[in-house]
């Protein structure tokens, strides 16, 4: 039966598409992001004649696969360009198989590559050299640096770019981050306006002026009978926030690449 | 395989194609000609599923172009004039490599032919190559994808002379028997005993969908000394004056098809009526 909606075979054949027509640029990053904790460990000894602590590793780690998920969806630049992109529109695959791919080399490729390849060279050097370096960065990473509202916050990022990056045709990076800056704003106004208003009508009445609203160690749904106003608020804000505003850039996404006109 | 009902096509406000109606069929090579800006490039994008209809329908096998589904796409070959998506850091055998997996009929051997008859380096960087050479390129995929339905926008743009003429004999050779393939061009001259039938865009709506054999019946082609009373258009030539008069009784001759075009925009009404 000729499926026109999803096929594996296609997923497959395009997953393998974009690994070679984008070879290159793959093997010189890996090249890159192996090297870094070479080039790390040799400035700190001949410059301080110190080992980078793993602090300084970790959290170097945690920005590079930050950034590289972030800012991934740019990898798909010209998908609506009115010429380059016609390359990948009229290829014979279904806008859904499309979209999969590409939220697949976002998400799990791109910080995958990061993690193997950076975190990868590092560990390495760990254990060869372990006079002068101590401790895994990857470890630390996940053990420390790796939170729910973390995960949450750049995968609303991730989607709202890659948003972007099909909304905008030309100039997207400038107007991205312009866009992003200007609704972070207004989104931030009208939390403001929010709890004023909540604050009027005395749903804070009974919130202490010190307390601290500690979601942290809470799963996104984790709802409590006893939560006050303002633990509420934050947690309904949170699941807003960190999932159904992804979910929205994502079908919008989804809906741009359906209907984008060449 | 292509119908198109009463399609209307707009860029804003400005209207490029009026209420259009056509019918194109397989084993045929259409000549899609007319002026810069009346709509041909539109059209293709329609076809190709690129561009949506503001008004009418444009139905290809049976399928609105539109949803862009894998089906219609493994059949179909959008040959752009610009060809910026194909320019990549890559040579055109790597591009064929990654790419033929999703046109289930691609000849890799016919591909290989093509570009050994246009005497193009396979193994060169297509960001490297001239616009020429990259056209030729790009047409040995497009050609050896075996579609069914191949779209070439000014295929003959950047090719030199002798490059012209190869391109009129692979297209003939090597296209397949049951493909449509439509070619919209304003260079007339480079598609000479190649295309047939001819659509003549104009302004909004059709002037002409015919093929040779019809438009010979109707129309007649000759070089006279001196320009007829009946000729409906005329324009001088070494030995005399190419004039295209109503075929009364004159018989058959070989359409010109520049004659034909200059003869057509300016005697719209007539020739739309001759040839309706």
């Known amino acids: 039966m000729n499926n026109n909606i999803f096929q594996f075979n296609r997923v497959g054949k395009l997953f393998r598409r974009t690994f070679q027509q984008n070879s290159k640029t793959f093997l010189n990053n890996t090249l890159v992001l192996a090297g870094l904790p070479i080039l790390f460990l040799l400035i700190a000894r001949l410059t301080s004649n110190e080992v980078p602590s793993l602090l300084f590793r970790s959290n170097f780690l945690a920005f590079t696969v930050g950034v590289i998920f972030i800012f991934s969806p740019f990898f798909y630049y010209f998908y609506n360009h009115p010429k380059k992109g016609l390359s990948e529109v009229m290829l014979p695959a279904s806008v859904l198989e499309k979209f999969v791919v590409m939220q697949m080399v976002c998400m799990i490729s791109a910080p995958l590559m990061v993690l193997v390849f950076l975190g990868g060279s590092d560990a390495l050097i760990t254990a060869l050299f372990p006079k002068y370096q101590d401790g895994y960065a990857i470890a630390h990473f996940f053990n420390n640096r790796l939170t729910t509202d973390g995960v949450l916050l750049a995968f609303l990022s991730l989607q709202a770019l890659f948003f972007a990056n099909l909304f905008f045709v030309r100039r997207k990076i400038l107007k991205s981050i312009a866009s992003f800056l200007v609704i972070n704003f207004l989104i931030s106004i009208i939390i403001l306006v929010i709890i004023k208003v909540m604050e009027s009508r005395g749903y804070f009445d009974a919130v202490s002026c010190n307390m601290s609203v500690q979601l942290n160690d809470r799963g996104p749904f984790e709802f409590y009978a006893g939560d006050n106003a303002l633990t509420m608020f934050v947690m309904t804000l949170r699941i807003f926030m960190g999932i159904v505003l992804p979910i929205l850039f994502m079908i919008g996404s989804y809906r741009l690449m359906k209907t984008n006109r060449y | ?276």
């Open chain 2, 1 to 276: 395989m292509i119908t198109i009902n009463n399609l209307s096509f707009k860029y804003g406000k400005k209207e490029v194609l009026n209420d259009i109606s056509m019918k194109l069929e397989a084993g045929k090579i259409y000549g899609l000609l007319g002026e810069n800006g009346v709509g041909k490039t539109t059209l293709l994008k329609i076809i190709s599923g690129l561009q949506k209809p503001w008004k009418g329908s444009c139905s290809v096998f049976g399928e609105d172009p539109f949803k862009r589904t894998p089906s219609f796409l493994s059949r179909i070959f959008y040959l752009p004039e610009e060809l910026e998506f194909i320019q990549n850091d890559c040579s055109i055998r790597y591009f064929a490599k990654i790419n033929a997996p999703f046109y289930p009929k691609f000849n890799k051997e016919k591909f290989e032919t093509i570009l050994k008859e246009f005497e193009v380096e396979g193994d060169k960087k297509l960001n490297k190559l001239s616009y020429g050479q990259v056209k030729k390129a790009a047409l040995s995929f497009a050609i050896a994808t075996n579609a069914e339905l191949l779209l070439l926008d000014e295929p003959s743009n950047g090719l030199d002379i002798p490059s012209k003429t190869l391109f009129r004999r692979i297209i003939v050779q090597y296209v397949s028997d049951n493909t449509c393939t439509l070619i919209s061009t304003h260079q007339v001259r480079d598609l000479e005993n190649l295309i047939d039938p001819i659509i003549i865009l104009d302004n909004k709506a059709v002037l002409m969908n015919a093929s040779l054999e019809k438009i010979s019946e109707k129309l007649h082609f000759g070089l006279y000394s001196s320009v007829p009373s009946n000729a409906l258009y005329w324009e001088p030539a070494p030995g005399g004056y190419i004039c295209v008069m109503e075929n009364d009784d004159l018989g058959e001759s070989k359409v010109n098809i520049e004659a034909l075009f200059n003869t057509t925009m300016h005697h719209k009404s007539r020739i739309k009526e001759l040839l309706a």
